[in-house]
């Protein structure tokens, strides 16, 4: 993703059409970090179960909303720019990860 946007974005994409099989591939790949959540939601008591699933569920869809709304407005002029911004996010995920892995904070 930082290599495309510093060489100047990725090649012409053309539309693609998700087949059942990729979209699967997505949704057990969603269900399994949905799964995490689950279990450290278990412990809670149904009231706080509740509160927690209506506001994961309403920050995801309000976060959602304004992203596609965002992504349609800046999308085409920023492109490169947002995949180096989003490769460089992604590897500081990784380093944050890997470092708190090693250090086991």
Known sequence: MLFDGIRGGAPEQKEVILKPGALLVQGIA??????????????????????A??????????LCFFGLRIGQHFGTRFAGKASILGGLIL?????????????GH
């Open 53 to 62: 699933c209506l506001i994961i569920g309403a920050v995801t869809f309000i």
């Open 30 to 51: 969603t269900s399994i970090d949905a799964l995490s959540v689950g279990f450290t939601i278990a412990d809670y008591g149904v009231l706080q179960a509740l509160s």
């Open 91 to 103: 590897i500081g995920i990784g380093l944050e990860i890997f470092i708190t892995g090693l250090t």
